[in-house]
């Protein structure tokens, strides 16, 4: 019976080596995800991983003191218990800023693949137009504004020859204003 084999039994525990195999092909997963991936934060499996481990800690030893102080307890515990409560919402808090850069990274890494593949097929296309003999078209907009001097304008009025009509009150549109 080997070591191994001999605490197994006096701990009454099963001997299972599937674990550390799963755990080691979930490390190599994150190696390989992590060397992919063009903006990386190399430990952040074990930095989630330990900021969820303090925060839980810390909450089971605020319920503790939250216990003792309802039962009365000496003025330094309520200080404990306000200050291991700033320590749990800075401990989220944090743990929010590494989930939030992770998908601030993952989002950039995106964004400059979708420009990538943009580029590439602009560049497709104008090789493909200029194998058919064809120029690449352009497109020109022309916005064309006149300037007239009040007498131009006067001008171009007189030329239309509008007729001259006198509009009455009556004639004006009704407008409910209330």
Do not use: W
């Amino acid at each position: 019976m080997s070591v191994n084999e001999i605490l197994a039994d006096t701990f009454d525990i099963d001997l299972s080596e599937k674990q550390v195999e799963d755990t080691s092909a979930r490390i190599q997963e994150i190696k390989k995800d992590v060397a992919n991936q063009k903006y990386t934060l190399e430990d952040k499996e074990y930095i989630r991983t330990e900021l969820q481990s303090l925060i839980e800690l810390n909450r089971t030893v605020l319920e503790t003191l939250g216990e003792q102080c309802k039962l009365g307890a000496p003025p330094r515990m309520y200080e404990v218990f306000s200050t291991l409560s700033n320590s749990v919402a800075a401990n989220l808090m944090d743990l929010a800023k590494l989930n939030q850069t992770i998908t601030d990274y993952q989002v950039k890494e995106t964004d400059e693949n979708l420009r990538v593949a943009t580029l590439d097929a602009r560049q497709k296309q104008i090789a493909h137009q200029s194998n058919n003999g064809q120029v690449p078209q352009s497109v020109n907009v022309q916005n064309n504004t006149y300037n007239f001097t009040s007498n131009e304008m006067l001008n171009m009025l007189k030329q239309l020859n509008l007729t001259k009509e006198v509009t009455n009150v009556e004639d004006l549109p009704k407008f409910d204003l209330h």
